[in-house]
């Protein structure tokens, strides 16, 4: 896993973790961490080679990324480079570091650290990966989607210009945060105990939710998959609390879709806009971070500006609802209650089972006719004792 495993070291007594391998640099909560990444064989010198073909123009502005296998070999790289582009920028793996701590002129995401100091920002730099195809530089190509990419893979010796299409791949987001604001039953996923700030970002999507007036259930099934999620037929949409590489998920094989916490903010906060700016770690969500937006107080139910779904076409609330009233303590005294009470609290499990025709195996008492027990037939299914053998 890219994730620190900070479950299975607790339950071991452990001080301290040593994680070996690739790593998402997801701050752990608990737990200090050293992070052994190895040292992946990197030819330096085809990698230069591929660089210079892929920007022949010696002023080129280019931040170098990498994954974390190849970072033993950027210095080297660094050093054949600088002298040839003075606008060269290798970005650095910082760990454990918070969001919005980097200093200003400076981008820290996804554990990587890199100065910025041309004026239009990233938007005038290009993005030079080290490293294979997968998520981590899917990741990338989705938060900053205003710079073109290239990358060098070191297994093949091949560099190449990225032809992921990121307008497509952010087309489809938006889709389903549409989606989003048409469930009314949300799954919450955990996906992992270990990045700080999970409990945080759960806590904040079931206050989201409830200010939307949609229902929520918080499930623990370990790593997803179309199986596991199938048997929550009443959830009409999952978000998956992850770190930022599997927050990802692609979900067209799944029976219902999968969306990350900040396009579920995206479709329950009035107050968060699409900037063009994709959010892949959930702690830039949280009080503190930079892009932190507040929810907007409860607007009357007279005043809401109504809202047509883009999909089905019908009319959703589109408003917030106030915080509930702080409710008494029980009273331990008999008293005569609202009847209505029940049918307005009965939960989206029982609604969905109630408009299902068939229900499960009823009793039906009375009406099944009385008869005595016979013998059954004895054997597998595909070959009874009392069958004949097919020749």
Request: aromatic residues 8%; proline residues 8%; negative net charge.
């Amino acid at each position: 896993s890219c994730c620190v495993d900070e479950v299975a070291a607790e339950h071991a007594g452990a001080e301290a973790v040593l994680h070996y391998g690739p790593a998402c640099l997801s701050p752990c909560g608990k737990l200090p961490v050293l992070h052994i990444f190895g040292r992946q064989p990197l030819d330096v010198g085809r990698c230069a080679e591929a660089f210079r073909e892929l920007y022949p123009d010696r002023q080129s502005r280019v931040v170098v990324l990498s994954d974390v296998v190849y970072a033993h070999a950027m210095g080297e790289l660094e050093q054949q480079l600088c002298p040839e582009y003075p606008n060269i920028v290798f970005s650095r793996v910082v760990c454990g570091e918070p969001p919005g701590s980097a200093p200003p002129g400076e981008v820290q995401q996804f554990g990587r650290q890199f100065p910025v100091e041309v004026l239009g920002g990233l938007q005038d730099c290009a993005m030079f990966y080290v490293g294979a195809e997968g998520l981590a530089l899917t990741s990338f190509m989705l938060t900053w989607n205003c710079c073109p990419f290239s990358s060098f893979d070191p297994a093949t010796g091949c560099g190449r210009r990225e032809t992921f299409n990121v307008n497509r791949a952010l087309m489809r987001r938006l889709y389903l945060v549409e989606r989003a604001r048409d469930a009314r039953v949300v799954g919450i996923l955990v996906g992992t105990l270990g990045v700080a700030g999970y409990l945080a970002v759960l806590q904040h999507l079931r206050e989201l939710l409830r200010r939307a007036g949609k229902r929520s259930y918080t499930l623990a099934v370990g790593k997803p998959n179309p199986a596991k999620l199938a048997n929550f037929l009443e959830v009409d949409i999952f978000v998956l609390v992850a770190c930022a590489q599997n927050s990802l998920l692609d979900s067209s094989d799944f029976y219902r879709p999968v969306v990350t916490p900040y396009e579920l903010e995206l479709a329950c906060n009035p107050a968060r806009e699409w900037t063009g700016n994709y959010l892949t770690d959930f702690r830039d969500l949280l009080p503190g971070a930079c892009a932190h937006v507040e929810l907007p107080p409860a607007v009357p139910a007279a005043e809401a500006v109504p809202d047509i779904s883009l999909i089905t076409g019908e009319m959703r609330a589109a408003r917030l609802c106030d915080p509930p009233a702080p409710q008494l303590p029980p009273s331990t005294t008999l008293a005569c209650r609202d009847q209505t009470w029940a049918v307005t609290k009965i939960s989206p499990a029982a609604s969905f089972l109630e408009s299902r025709s068939w229900r499960g195996l009823e009793q039906q008492l009375g009406q099944t006719p009385v008869s005595k027990a016979v013998q059954g037939r004895r054997g597998i299914a595909i070959a009874y004792e009392d069958e004949g053998r097919k020749q």
